[in-house]
């Protein structure tokens, strides 16, 4: 009797540990594996849609842009004209979004002589400082598919610090300010890859006061990128 409830015994201890088995299987099928697997003596378990995707729901795009800045020349001779360097990228956490967050920060800078009577001539440097954000809508089922063109639309807030110097008879004088400006712009990507290339056309303003005068730091810009698409 003693020797059959020991068997009985053990034969229950088998079993609570085959089922320990099957339990720590399908924890693991459920946390770790994406595809269906074979569990206790062939039995076959298959994960939910939601566990078998590994496919990132996310895109996006960063990239470097050269480019230049044209200024009000009436407000900012002789250094309407700026060169322009930024860097800038664009996500979406689901690519279902209809919007991309699109961040950026640039640097701009001009130098030219202007020459006075008074003083005759006078070295003057402007340098900018931008950090924007915004929205971008990317036309992706315009053409993208088949060749990777995808044209794109956006624009949001600035906060933009500039600073003006001006040299004449060895004397330097300088200003600076800090303000918020709006900005929009639309452009093209074109996808090769995983590499994207494009050009851009933006529109930007802000109100600064330099030398006790409110003057416009924004612009037109004209530039080109290229950069990573993933």
């Known amino acids: 009797m003693s020797c059959f409830l020991r068997e009985k015994k053990c034969s229950k201890t088998f079993?609570?540990?085959?089922?320990?088995?099957?339990?720590?299987?399908i924890c693991l099928v459920n946390f770790f594996t994406p595809s269906m697997v074979v569990a206790e003596e062939g039995v076959p378990i298959v994960t939910s849609p939601e566990q078998?995707?590994?496919?990132s729901t996310s895109s996006g795009n960063i990239y470097v842009l050269i480019g230049t800045k044209e200024l009000n020349p009436d407000e900012?001779?002789?250094?309407?004209?700026?060169?322009e360097l930024s860097v800038l990228a664009d996500f979406k956490m689901d690519k279902?979004?209809?919007f991309s967050v699109v961040m950026a920060t640039a640097v701009y800078a001009g130098y030219g002589t202007a020459w006075d009577p008074f003083l005759g001539d006078i070295d003057v440097l402007s340098s900018t400082e931008e950090i924007s954000i915004g929205g971008r809508f990317i036309?992706?089922?315009?053409?993208?598919?088949e060749t990777g063109f995808q044209p794109f639309v956006s624009g949001g807030l600035s906060l933009i610090t500039t600073r003006y110097e001006a040299e004449a008879l060895?004397?330097?004088?300088s200003d600076e300010d800090t303000a918020?400006?709006?900005?929009?712009?639309?452009?093209?990507?074109?996808?090769?890859?995983?590499?994207?290339?494009?050009?851009?056309y933006r529109l930007s303003s802000a109100d600064v006061n330099l030398f006790g005068a409110n003057?416009?730091?924004?612009?037109?810009?004209l530039g080109v990128f290229a950069g990573l698409h993933f």
Do not use: C, M
């Open 15 to 25: 079993y609570s540990f085959r089922v320990l088995i099957v339990v720590v299987n």
């Open 52 to 55: 078998t995707s590994t496919e």
């Open 76 to 83: 900012w001779y002789p250094v309407e004209d700026q060169l």
């Open 96 to 98: 279902e979004w209809l």
């Open 139 to 145: 036309d992706e089922n315009l053409s993208g598919k």
């Open 170 to 173: 060895g004397v330097t004088i």
């Open 180 to 200: 918020i400006g709006i900005w929009g712009d639309a452009g093209f990507y074109y996808q090769l890859g995983g590499l994207n290339f494009g050009a851009v």
């Open 215 to 221: 003057v416009d730091v924004g612009g037109d810009h």
